[in-house]
């Protein structure tokens, strides 16, 4: 299955992770933990210090966008979001939402702007899940922005839910 060959990817990398730089080794520790030991503490701990030594790389940041849905983090995930739909957010809605999935892979399709001269940024993905045991792809084309300079999810462009067929895909 597609869970299975990710687990063992996620592995294998793992074990080459020293012969790979400091960004690319952030990337493979966090998607290991995530992946294929389940350790959703650890995973965001490595993320965290991803965002911290790599701020412009927003695919960090969605990495550890997605493992606070995991964990429910709802504080970080309120503290993330743009100040107008911050106000709107209900946080025991968002934490009944996080409750509701399990989070099971995140693929970065592409990126746009967000580097440190940018105030703005992209971030296209298709995030695996599991819904009310349903597995689900979530794509989406998010926009962000920096607000007194950290990066903060604005919007999402578009999104898609669908029923995940065989290897994950929608």
């Not at 290991?32 to 695919?59: C, H, N, S």
């Not at 995030?127 to 999810?153: I, N, P």
Request: proline residues 2%; contains cysteine; hydrophobic residues 35%.
């Amino acid at each position: 299955s597609e869970s299975e060959r990710a687990v063992k990817c996620a592995t294998r990398a793992y074990e080459l992770r020293g012969r790979v730089t400091e960004r690319e080794r952030l990337s493979i520790e966090g998607n290991y933990y995530l992946i294929a030991t389940g350790e959703l503490v650890k995973a965001e701990q490595v993320y965290e210090l991803y965002v911290q030594t790599y701020p412009r790389d927003t695919g960090a940041h969605a990495n550890l966008a997605f493992t606070a849905y995991s964990l429910g983090d709802v504080d970080f995930l309120i503290a993330t979001t743009a100040a107008p739909q911050r106000e709107t957010l209900d946080a025991e809605e968002l934490a009944d939402y996080c409750e509701s999935i399990k989070c099971i892979s995140l693929k970065i399709l592409a990126t746009e702007a967000g580097g440190p001269q940018d105030e703005t940024g992209m971030v296209r993905f298709h995030a695996s899940m599991q819904v009310d045991g349903k597995r689900r792809l979530h794509a989406e084309t998010s926009q962000f922005h920096r607000e007194d300079g950290a990066w903060v999810y604005e919007a999402e462009d578009e999104a898609e839910d669908g029923e995940a067929g065989e290897g994950g895909e929608a």
